[in-house]
C-alpha cells in the first residue's frame, strides 16, 4: 500500500523561486576583486623615506634640536659629577633638584620641537599618498580589481594574487626619483621655528 502525496501548487513555485534565486546569484551577482597595497614597503622602496630623513636633517628644528639636547646631556653630566663628589645630603637635594628641573626643562623646550617635526612629518606622508594615489588606480584597474586597501592590521588574510605592492612600487618609483619638494606647497609651508 503505496501511499502516494499530491504535490500542492504552492511547493512547486517555492522550489522554482529557491532555484531562481540560486541561478540569478551565480550568474548576476559580482563579486569583488579586494586587493592589498603595503604603503610601509612602498614608502621606504620608491625612497621617499630616505628623503625624508634628509630633508629632516636640514630644518631648523632638528638642528635646534639637536644643540638643546646636546647642551642638556653636557648640562646633566656635569650635575651628575657634582653629584657624586657632594658630601652632605643637603649638597646632594640641592643638585637633584638642579637635575629634576634640567629635565622638566628639556621638556618644555623640545615639545614645540617635536609638534613641529609631527607636522612636518605628516606633511610629507600625506604628500607622498596624494602623489603614488595615481599608480594605485591605474594597477588596479590594470587588474580588475573593485577596492584597494592598505596593508594593515585590520587586514587579517590576503593572498599573493592580491598584493599591489610589488607592481605600485615599480611603476612609482621612477615618478619619485625625479627631484621634487618633499611636501606640497599646496599643502601649506612646513612649519619652522623661530
Do not use: C
Not at 610601509?40 to 639636547?69: A, C, M, P, T
Not at 594597477?139 to 599591489?164: S, T
Amino acid at each position: 500500500m503505496s501511499e502516494s502525496r499530491k504535490i500542492s501548487w504552492y511547493e512547486i513555485m517555492y522550489v522554482v523561486v529557491l532555484v531562481g534565486l540560486l541561478g540569478w546569484s551565480v550568474f548576476f551577482m559580482n563579486s569583488h576583486k579586494v586587493a592589498v597595497v603595503d604603503m610601509d614597503r612602498v614608502f621606504k622602496d620608491v625612497g621617499v623615506l630616505q628623503k625624508i630623513d634628509k630633508e629632516r636633517q636640514k630644518k631648523d628644528f632638528y638642528v635646534k634640536g639637536n644643540s638643546l639636547l646636546q647642551a642638556h646631556k653636557f648640562r646633566l653630566k656635569t650635575l651628575q659629577d657634582k653629584l657624586e663628589a657632594a658630601k652632605t645630603e643637603a649638597e646632594k637635594d640641592k643638585i637633584g633638584g638642579q637635575i629634576r628641573q634640567a629635565n622638566e626643562r628639556i621638556q618644555q623646550d623640545i615639545q614645540p620641537i617635536q609638534t613641529a617635526m609631527q607636522q612636518f612629518e605628516a606633511g610629507a606622508v600625506t604628500t607622498f599618498r596624494q602623489r603614488l594615489q595615481p599608480f594605485i588606480n591605474q594597477i588596479a584597474q590594470k587588474r580588475g580589481m573593485d577596492v584597494v586597501m592598505y596593508k594593515g592590521p585590520n587586514v587579517l588574510f590576503y593572498g599573493n594574487k592580491a598584493d599591489l605592492t610589488a607592481d605600485v612600487t615599480k611603476a612609482a618609483k621612477e615618478f619619485f626619483a625625479k627631484d621634487m619638494p618633499l611636501i606640497d606647497p599646496a599643502l601649506g609651508a612646513a612649519p619652522s621655528l623661530r
